[in-house]
């Protein structure tokens, strides 16, 4: 078969070929996207802002939100513009960078949301010496930390994915250049891709665990808070947390581990939306619509521009 590695060109081939699906593709996702959008750039703005906000918390969900601003515009304005134009090609070169930049965000956002679940841990658990374990310093090192984890993956995952020759139809069966596709696209086996996948899995597995491990302390020492409405203020800043990082952890873990089927199905599509799109759609309105500290900032904010507007 053709070695196709250095043409320029690659087909994404999204949900369907038929022209009403692909508009009302478009629509939807171009909704969705500027809903995520608008939403997580609020989150940046109150919490930049906001000195009330300027806690380890929020130091984080200011991260979590660029973060998801990034992550849900690998994929979505690409595909969008492809249904509208119904041209479905995207470049060799935007292709890999699609795969470095969503392995980059998405390896971030999972130690992210790993570091948020150690601080909700410590605010609970640890209250006393929230303020020693979690200085400004420290939050800084481990959300540099973060980022560093997320290169370093993204380089690994982008340069062992294209180190194979790929060939046959330059047909990618998703809205976005996904890793499992292109490996089925390879000429031989991608020994060194499948070591980095497997390994960033179960750093994955790891950082779940240790979530999972946060939580378990976090809920056992809020049953025991007497107030009920510290109870409550308890189980809504961390239950959303942990939905997220589920829903978020096992979509991906079920797309990179079932072995991919001869003819593409609906279903592939639907279970990437649920590590690309659901995630950065969800964090807004998980925390901004529930939280009363975001709540508040708003108000403010409000009252302000009212008043300048006067």
Known sequence: MDNFTSRSTFFLMGFSDIREIQIFHAVLFLLIYLEALLGNLLIIMLTTKDHCLHTPMYFFLKNLSFLDV?????????SVINSLTD????????????VFFFFLLATTEVALLT?????????????????????HGACVRMAASSWLSGSLNAILHTAFTFSTPMC??????????????LL?????????????????LVLDFGCFVFIDIS?????????????REGRSKAFSTCLPHLIVVTLFLSSGYFAYLRPLPKSPSLWDLLISVFYTVVP?????LI??????DMKMALRKLKITGNFQSN
């Open 215 to 227: 939580y378990i302390h976090i809920f056992s020492t809020v049953l025991r808070i007497p107030s």
């Open 287 to 292: 925390y901004s619509l529930r939280n009363k």
């Open 168 to 181: 046959g139809s330059p047909e990618v069966h998703q809205f976005f250049c996904d890793v499992p596709q």
């Open 87 to 98: 041209d479905n090609t995207i470049s060799f070169l935007g292709c890999v960078s699609q």
């Open 184 to 200: 089925s696209l390879a000429c031989s086996f991608n020994t060194g891709e499948l070591v980095v996948i497997g390994l960033s």
């Open 70 to 78: 990034g992550l849900i515009s690998i994929p979505v304005p690409k």
């Open 115 to 135: 570091v948020m679940s150690y601080d909700r841990y410590i605010a609970i658990c640890h209250p006393l010496r929230y303020d020693i374990i979690m200085s």
């Open 280 to 284: 950065p759609t969800m964090n807004p």
